[in-house]
């Protein structure tokens, strides 16, 4: 887009104008899904569509307009680049976050026999692929038949601890149970689910 044309688009968007914010958002799409693609290593890409990151700036960028001091071409490009910048960082942050909650959960159990990390990769849904969620979704549902084979006392218990997320004091006063007689559940549940579960984090 020539310098003056984008000036003017940008003089009138600024005044509300809403057929201005549109070519304007438009004319600057393409720049800014290349700049985007450019920041984004190989590995975040895999995960983070660039568009996805680029319609969140866009969208940014039209709610801020109006407040925008800047007046030239050039300051318009600086200024939304700052904003995509932005979001791409906080992409590429929630990324690595991502893969060292992954690295936790995919451990086995621990000296205590807990698998917390490990219930929460498998049974909670996350942010990932359609091809990643499916798969996600037939380890929960082994892991849910696997829990069902469970004692009533051990299968209430790991449900109120691993999947709903519940202290085991409250789990105790709910199950009419000693913190030491839930604690004991737990262990011997999940030692009986020991096999099952290595076997559907060794296929994930």
């Given at each position: 887009?020539?310098?003056?044309?984008?000036?003017?688009?940008?003089?009138?968007?600024?005044?509300?104008?809403?057929?201005?914010?549109?070519?304007?958002?438009?004319?600057?799409?393409?720049?800014?899904?290349?700049?985007?693609?450019?920041?984004?290593?190989?590995?975040?890409?895999?995960?983070?569509?660039?568009?996805?990151?680029?319609?969140?700036?866009?969208?940014?960028?039209?709610?801020?307009?109006?407040?925008?001091?800047?007046?030239?071409?050039?300051?318009?490009?600086?200024?939304?680049?700052?904003?995509?910048?932005?979001?791409?960082?906080?992409?590429?942050?929630?990324?690595?976050?991502?893969?060292?909650?992954?690295?936790?959960?995919?451990?086995?159990?621990?000296?205590?026999?807990?698998?917390?990390?490990?219930?929460?990769?498998?049974?909670?849904?996350?942010?990932?692929?359609?091809?990643?969620?499916?798969?996600?979704?037939?380890?929960?549902?082994?892991?849910?038949?696997?829990?069902?084979?469970?004692?009533?006392?051990?299968?209430?218990?790991?449900?109120?601890?691993?999947?709903?997320?519940?202290?085991?004091?409250?789990?105790?006063?709910?199950?009419?149970?000693?913190?030491?007689?839930?604690?004991?559940?737990?262990?011997r549940g999940l030692k009986q689910l020991r096999t099952r579960v290595v076997?559907?984090?060794?296929?994930?």
């Amino acid at each position: 887009m020539e310098t003056k044309t984008c000036e003017r688009l940008l003089a009138a968007a600024k005044t509300g104008d809403s057929n201005a914010v549109d070519q304007l958002l438009t004319a600057i799409s393409d720049s800014l899904h290349s700049a985007a693609t450019h920041r984004m290593g190989s590995s975040i890409q895999s995960r983070v569509d660039a568009s996805d990151v680029v319609q969140q700036s866009l969208f940014e960028v039209s709610q801020s307009l109006s407040d925008f001091r800047g007046r030239t071409a050039a300051e318009l490009h600086s200024w939304t680049r700052r904003i995509l910048h932005h979001n791409v960082s906080n992409e590429v942050d929630r990324h690595f976050h991502a893969q060292k909650r992954t690295v936790a959960r995919s451990q086995s159990f621990d000296e205590e026999g807990t698998a917390t990390g490990l219930f929460e990769y498998v049974l909670r849904q996350r942010q990932s692929s359609p091809g990643q969620q499916a798969q996600d979704n037939e380890s929960r549902q082994s892991l849910e038949m696997a829990i069902t084979d469970l004692p009533d006392a051990q299968q209430t218990a790991i449900r109120m601890r691993y999947i709903e997320d519940m202290p085991i004091a409250k789990i105790g006063l709910a199950m009419s149970r000693t913190n030491t007689a839930v604690a004991g559940l737990l262990k011997r549940g999940l030692k009986q689910l020991r096999t099952r579960v290595v076997s559907i984090t060794e296929s994930i």
